[in-house]
C-alpha cells in the first residue's frame, strides 16, 4: 500500500502515490513479515511481464505484535481491496474512523484518501489487493483486466456499486473469508509452480464474492460520486489545501488537463460548483496561500512570498493582492501582524 501523503502532479500522472517506507522498513528490520506479488513500486516479488496485468500488489502482513509504524494518509492508483484475517487495525478515510475487527473487509476507490493505523498498526495479519482500473479521476471508466473471469454484466454491476458507494468497511461472510484465506495462503508460497494461474483464478472468485455480498447488502448509490462534477470538485478542494498544486497552476487550460476537461467544460462546472470563473477562483486560492506565506513566514521577502504562490512577478502578485485583499501585502502584514 502506498503510503505517505500523494503527491498531485500536472503531468501525464495527475497523482503520484509514495512508496511503503513504514511497512518496507519494518519488513527489513523483521518487524513485520511481509509477502506480496507486484508491479510497479510496490514492494515484494515482482511478478512476470504481462503476466497478472493490472495487478499493482496482491500479499499479506503478519505482526506478531504492536508495531511502531503506521500508513498515514496516502491513496493509491487503484481500486484497494484489504481483509483483516486476525487482530485489530487503526482504519480511516475521509467520512470514517474506527478500528477494523477480524473478519473486516475495506474497499478503497482508486485515489480515495486513507489511512491504516491509529496511528500505528497493532498485532494482525492483513491481506490486500490492489487493482488498476485504469482511471485517475472519478468521472473516468473503469477498465478491468481482461483476464479476470467474470461475465461484462457481472463487471459493470460491481464498478457501478463501487464507484457509487460511500461504505468503506464491510464484514465477509463464509465464501469471502475462504477466498480471502486462500490468496493469503498462496502469497506465502515460494515453490508453488501453479501460483501466477492461482492467484487468476482466486482474484477472479475474489471478486465474484464482493459482487455477491455487495448486492445482498444493497447499499446506497451516489451518483454524484463517479459524476464530472466530483472530479472537478475534489480538484478544487486539492487546489485549496495544497499550496504547491496551487502555484503549479498557470492557466486554466493547465487546470481543466489535470482533470481531464476541456476548458469549456471545466470552466462551466467551475462556475457551476463555486460561482466564479477558474481563473478568479485560482487567484483567490493563491491569495490565499500567499496570506499563510506571509503570516507564518515573516522572513520571507514579498518577492519570494510571489513566487512560492505561483505569481511570476511581484509586481503582478501585489495587484492581485490589492485587488481582492483591499491592502497591499504590506499593508496587511502591517495589520495582521501588529
Known sequence: MAQGRAVYLLDDEVIQPDDCMPLTAAARSGEVKLQAYVNGHYPGRSLPPKVLQG?????????????????????????????????????????????????????????????????????????WLILDVGVRQPHQTWHWPSWLSLTNSDLRRLTRILRQNETPVWQVNHELRETWLKIGRLVEMNSETQIYSRLQVYI??????????????????????????????????????DPDLAANCQSVGHMAKYCNFSEA?????????????????????????????????????????????????????????????????????AKTLK
Open 55 to 127: 495487478v499493482c500488489s496482491v500479499g499479506s502482513w503478519n505482526a506478531p505484535t504492536n508495531q511502531s509504524w503506521g500508513l498515514d494518509w496516502h491513496c493509491n492508483e487503484g481500486l484497494e481491496l484489504t481483509y483483516l484475517a486476525a487482530g485489530t487495525v487503526g482504519f480511516a478515510t475521509e467520512l470514517f474512523k474506527g478500528d477494523l475487527k477480524s473478519g473486516s473487509l475495506t474497499v478503497t476507490r482508486p485515489w480515495q484518501p486513507h489511512c491504516v493505523g491509529n496511528p500505528n498498526v497493532n498485532a494482525s495479519n492483513l491481506i
Open 204 to 241: 477472479s472468485e475474489l471478486l465474484i464474492e464482493l459482487l455477491g455480498l455487495l448486492q445482498d447488502k444493497a447499499p446506497k448509490l451516489e451518483k454524484f460520486l463517479s459524476s464530472s462534477e466530483r472530479s472537478v470538485d475534489l480538484f478544487l478542494k486539492r487546489l485549496a489545501n
Open 265 to 333: 467544460r471545466f470552466s462551466q462546472l467551475c462556475q457551476q460548483l463555486v460561482n466564479q470563473t477558474p481563473g478568479r477562483y485560482l487567484s483567490h486560492i493563491k491569495i490565499k496561500h500567499a496570506k499563510e506565506h506571509l503570516r507564518l513566514s515573516p522572513n520571507m521577502s514579498i518577492t519570494e512570498v510571489a513566487m512560492a504562490s505561483g505569481f511570476n512577478s511581484s509586481q503582478y502578485f501585489a495587484t492581485v493582492f490589492r485587488q481582492l485583499v483591499g491592502l497591499s501585502p504590506r499593508q496587511w502584514i
